[in-house]
């Protein structure tokens, strides 16, 4: 037996006692080489390494834990938002609002979000799970019961008639008969069916008549040409007129004239209806000065 020491230490290349052979006494080709050394266990025992990881770890959990402050003094009115309002403002999708009634309603929801965020920054909705409305409507009640309004001089109230008798007047109202839409053709034959008095039951039953109609609520619903013929007409003369809804037999049966009021007959509601709108405005004007703390952001 060859003693150990002295022995030259056998080298990376030298083939292992235990390697199998093959007839001549060589290694086989088959022998598995000798191992490397495994890079991902020796980073993962780097001091340094740890050191990163923990950090990146404190970092995320503490941005999980406080994520950063929402521009709460922005309000973003979306086009979608627009849109919406829009495609709500006429349940028969007869007209689009114009632009100024587009912006009295963004306007109007523009302050409801900055009653709503004053609501929550008073702590208002604490214990209430109803809408974002029904906060903004919790601080404007606050706001409503804020301002006192006295009684007007003479001189406020006559300004505020002159701007407002529309309120007051009595309108021009008309009355007429009115067949059900349908095509130019079929109205024209039941014009000379109405004339000649041969008109069948159905269109008879079928016919409407509609009393003390005020002038200025026609066009809405039948449009402006058809309002513009029907004012036309001589009282009990029929006629084929076209509304939005397609064509009529119509027949104006009766006319009132308007009447214009005078503030001495109605000074009681007027006074009444003047608290309100003053009221109104200086609530207004208390949501203006909030206004001015947010920034209103519109989308292109």
Do not use: C
């Amino acid at each position: 037996m060859v003693p150990l020491r002295g022995r030259r230490p056998m080298s990376i290349d030298t083939p292992s006692l235990t390697a199998p052979l093959d007839g001549a006494g060589e290694p086989k080709a088959s022998a598995r080489p000798a191992r490397r050394p495994d890079v991902r266990r020796a980073l993962l025992r780097e001091p340094l390494i740890h050191f990163f990881l923990l950090g990146a770890l404190i970092f995320a959990l503490d941005a999980w834990l406080h994520p950063p402050k929402k521009d709460d003094r922005t309000i973003v009115v979306t086009k979608a938002l627009r849109q919406a309002f829009k495609d709500n403002f006429d349940e028969d999708k007869t007209r689009v609002p114009s632009e100024a009634e587009l912006k009295k309603m963004v306007d109007a929801w523009v302050a409801s979000e900055i009653l709503y965020r004053e609501g929550k920054a008073m702590a208002v909705d604490r214990g209430d799970d109803m809408i974002r409305d029904r906060i903004a409507y919790k601080l404007q009640l606050m706001i409503f019961d804020q301002v006192k309004v006295g009684k007007p001089t003479d001189a406020q109230l006559e300004e505020w008639f002159r701007a407002n008798h529309g309120h007051f007047d009595e309108p021009e109202r008309v009355g007429f008969y009115l067949t059900p839409p349908t095509d130019e053709a079929t109205a024209r034959r039941q014009y000379e069916d109405i004339r000649a008095q041969r008109e069948s039951a159905e269109l008879q039953s079928r016919t409407r008549a509609i009393l003390g109609r005020p002038v200025t609520s026609i066009a809405p619903s039948f449009g402006d040409e058809f309002r513009d013929a029907l004012l036309a007409q001589s009282i009990g003369q029929w006629g084929v007129l076209r509304s939005t809804d397609g064509w009529h037999v119509a027949r104006l049966d009766s006319r009132q004239p308007g009447r214009i009021a005078n503030l001495r007959d109605v000074r009681e509601e007027a006074t009444r209806l003047w608290h309100n709108d003053e009221v109104r405005t200086r609530a207004w004007e208390a949501v203006n000065r909030l206004k001015t703390q947010y920034t209103v952001k519109y989308e292109e």
